[in-house]
């Protein structure tokens, strides 16, 4: 398992009604460990895995989107949801446990230009006035992951070797309308890092599978477009076949259980996303993601002086890449009042991951999205953290 896997789940941290969620010891109620160190049997694995937070439908904003209009869930080439998880690591789980932020009552002091809400920052370092942006220094300081899931479906163990693959419970929808969790391979496919310095502030940066999707640069001039990949099918055609990065999927959005799946086993290779129409169940139809910003010469480089090493060590991140880094170069404007974080942003000016932010590339950023975040029940602003707004009271 990965470090990250060990990452607490907003969940685990933030309960109902903003109740303590810790025990006699000061620990977490509700841990959880990495599928890997679960027992082999598959009953076993079931229930633990069927306690997990449920994975959540990777949802981009339409490009025609209106503000009341919902998120849209990315469906992949074989016909299935992209999924995804979001996590924190100790050190921004215990400045949480310590202050009792994971009761939203506890979060309304910072109401005020005066007074407001930082997250701790990376072990200080002489030189750097990082007062304006950092209210304590511990460690690695705190950092925020989102992985994307896809459904391991049909993989030769070769090109499983190109993945990380772990495994999670998702539940299928079955014809008398009950749920029914599956043990399911997932392979990841897209990750978001939002790390809290000491030097810069916060730094964000997104990684993807080589295999995601094509350039749109590279369909054009009818380059490179011959791969099998995860969001994009070459030979997609007819009525079927939706237009570039168009919103596809269709509501309920449902799981469902190929006929050809008769087995009462816990584990499954053939479920699909599917919805109801009229009554019949209907598989969705898959996404046509291109990139529509490519990767600048800088990321290309770092790929490839990375890629180079991983692959003589025959290891499995080779086939993953930098699409790109944000961050301020003054990270003290964050918490200036009427600040446009445009103007001090440095790396990319639109930064977005196709397993991620599919639908909306072109004028996406993660740090102008992460400049919304708010806290629970007010305007005042959450440090970059969505996760932060989970606080109940």
């Known amino acids: 398992p990965r470090v990250w896997e060990f ?9 109902p009604n903003g109740k303590n969620p810790t025990d006699q010891d000061g620990k977490l109620k509700y841990q959880f460990s990495p599928p890997q160190c679960l027992p082999k049997g598959n009953n076993e694995q079931l229930k633990y895995l069927a306690k997990l ?12 989107q209106s503000i009341l209009d919902p998120k849209y869930p990315l469906i992949d080439r074989q016909g299935n949801y992209i999924i995804n998880e979001k ?6 789980v215990n400045e949480i446990l310590k202050n009792s932020w994971y009761n939203a009552e506890n979060l309304k002091k910072f109401n005020s230009s005066d007074n407001l809400f930082k997250l701790v920052c990376s072990k200080k370092i002489d030189g750097y006035n990082s007062s304006d942006y950092c209210n304590d220094y511990d460690n690695e300081g705190a950092i925020e992951i989102k992985a994307a899931w896809m459904v391991a479906q049909d993989m030769d163990e070769k090109e499983r070797e190109k993945y990380y693959i772990t495994k999670r419970a998702i539940d299928v929808d079955t014809e008398d309308g009950n749920k029914v969790p599956k043990i399911v391979d997932v392979a990841l496919v897209g990750f978001h890092i939002l790390h809290k310095t000491s030097s810069s502030g916060w730094v964000i940066a997104t990684f993807e599978h080589i295999k995601n999707a094509p350039d749109n640069n590279d369909i054009d001039q009818q380059n490179n477009t011959d791969e099998n990949y995860n969001l994009y099918n070459t030979n ?15 509501k309920p959005y449902l799981w469902g259980l190929k006929e050809t799946d008769k087995s009462l086993d816990n584990v499954t290779n053939t479920i699909y996303a599917m919805t109801n129409n009229k009554g019949e169940n209907e598989p969705q139809i898959p996404s046509q993601i291109t990139r529509e ?3 600048n010469m800088y990321e290309e480089k770092s790929n490839e002086k990375l890629r180079k090493l991983l692959k003589s060590m025959n290891a499995w991140p080779q086939f993953y890449q930098l699409i790109g880094v944000q961050w301020l170069g003054s990270p003290g404007s964050l918490f200036t009042a009427s600040s446009d974080v445009s103007q001090s942003l440095n790396g990319e000016q639109h930064l977005a991951n196709v397993a991620l932010e599919p639908f909306d590339q072109k004028f996406s950023s993660c740090f ?25 009271d």
């Open 7 to 15: 990452y607490s789940y907003p969940a685990q941290v933030f309960l």
């Open 53 to 64: 937070p449920n994975l959540k439908l990777s949802e981009g904003v339409s490009k025609d």
């Open 236 to 250: 997609c055609a007819g009525k079927r076949c939706p237009g570039n990065n168009r919103v596809t999927a269709q």
């Open 293 to 295: 910003n490519p990767i």
């Open 368 to 392: 102008k999205c992460h400049y919304g975040a708010k806290l629970p029940n007010s305007n005042a602003p959450a440090d970059l953290s969505f996760l932060i707004g989970h606080a109940e």
């Open 87 to 92: 996590r924190m690591n100790p050190i921004e």
